[in-house]
């Protein structure tokens, strides 16, 4: 028999009107890490699954939105366990759990409608958009690395690989996503020992980059990945050059930090609203199931982040779509009012089968040396004609009179 408090919690919080409403819109927020109408969104999709049918036998199931309640209290908060959850809401611990579970094997059953690769035309639409932000052509998916603290020391014999370089037990998950934070695909299940490169490398996208890219396209990342034709990181700084980089390499690097502000956000997003991801405390051990039963709520989690993401776009271009303000395009909105630069042209074409890893990421740097246009905050000085050379190179720390020419520079970057 399925113990139940004699106040149903549940009840108290769905409450908005009357004198029962106790839990104000920002509190159930807090509480759920959802509204009360993505709730009911929430509901309507899982009701269908079969998990949630009627047992032929024994008592019937908690309403479905009472165990989706349980279970983002559950992954909404650090620290949660099925007897803080009994205290939370008044009902049994196995309860909360076979709650859970359910909702869990719900969620991955609907897993590739949400976790999805974007296809030819939309990985074009998703470059465009990129390209316009960050001015940074055939790029419709960035990649970044994170790690997800355990909050229980494993007890499997690879224990000592999961000490990461962060946290003394962790787990390494490699996150491709796009321009509007969707996570498209991940890998998750390595321990934090574990390379964020070594985690891009086993991923599909990367041993079978034809089936996931044009030849023209490339995933976008930090330092921490290797260069190829479909993968484009920022330079290093190598300590035989006193980590200084070329003055073009610096350009680069600073155009693909501002996408990677993009990347972090998602990270911020993911784990903010599901803060179980913060700290997991469940148990890794031999048996192959522990180590599944946290990659499923990994699963779940990237399913409803991706649920959310759908969701809020479509009220934003509803409230932000207005057909009177729509104006036809003039000239100088047509594509073809301008010729095509070269290193774009270069840019779109496939690289050569036996060419170096790096011709991609040159091609790139070269095409935004020749057309990014730096955007500067500053102050002009107005007449004030007395300040020497020595003055103007004390004011904006560099000295001019050790500037080479632009023949030195490029035969450098040759």
């Not at 998703?126 to 052509?137: D, S």
């Amino acid at each position: 028999m399925c113990r139940k408090g004699s106040v149903s919690i549940f009840e108290e919080d769905l409450t908005t009107e009357g004198d029962m409403c106790w839990m104000n819109a920002d509190e159930f927020l807090c509480k759920y890490r959802v509204t009360r109408n993505q709730l009911d969104q929430l509901t309507n999709i899982l009701s269908e699954d079969d998990v949630f049918a009627h047992p032929k036998r024994g008592y019937p199931q908690m309403p479905v939105k009472h165990q989706l309640m349980i279970w983002l209290h559950f992954v909404g908060h650090e620290v949660q366990s099925n007897s803080t959850q009994r205290d939370t809401f008044k009902v049994s611990r196995g309860m909360c759990e076979k709650a859970r579970d359910r909702i869990v094997k719900a969620l991955n059953n609907i897993r590739n409608d949400y976790i999805r690769w974007p296809a030819a035309e939309e990985r074009k639409e998703i470059a465009a958009r990129i390209e316009k932000e960050f001015h940074i052509p055939n790029c419709p998916i960035m990649q970044d690395g994170t790690l997800l603290r355990l909050g229980i020391e494993p007890e499997s014999d690879d224990a000592a690989d999961y000490h990461g370089r962060k946290f003394a037990y962790s787990i390494t998950v490699n996150v491709l996503n796009d321009d509007e934070r969707r996570i498209r695909a991940y890998c998750a299940g390595y321990p934090g020992s574990a390379h964020d490169n070594q985690v891009w490398r086993n991923m599909k996208q990367h041993r079978d980059p034809g089936s996931y890219f044009l030849e023209n396209e490339f995933v976008m990342c930090d330092t921490a990945y290797e260069p190829s034709w479909f993968c484009v990181p920022a330079f290093k700084c190598v300590v035989g050059d006193g980590l200084h980089l070329h003055p073009h390499k610096t350009l680069f690097n600073t155009v693909l930090a501002k996408p990677r502000v993009v990347r972090e956000h998602i990270m911020g997003l993911w784990k903010g609203q599901f803060c179980w991801l913060r700290n997991i405390r469940m148990k890794i051990t031999n048996n192959k199931n522990s180590l599944k039963l946290i990659l499923r709520y990994i699963d779940s989690t990237i399913v409803v982040h991706n649920m959310l993401l759908d969701w809020r776009e479509a009220e934003d271009r509803n409230a932000a779509w207005d057909e009177s303000v729509v104006t036809d395009l003039t000239s100088i909105d047509d594509a073809n009012r301008a010729p095509p630069i070269a290193e774009r042209e270069v840019l779109d074409q496939p690289t050569p089968l036996h060419a170096l890893n790096d011709m991609r990421r040159t091609q790139l740097m070269q095409y935004i040396c020749e057309t990014y246009i730096h955007s500067y905050n500053y102050s002009p000085i107005q007449d004030d004609l007395s300040l020497s050379h020595g003055d103007w190179s004390s004011m904006v720390g560099y000295d001019f009179s050790t500037d080479s020419d632009d023949s030195s520079v490029v035969s450098e970057l040759d």
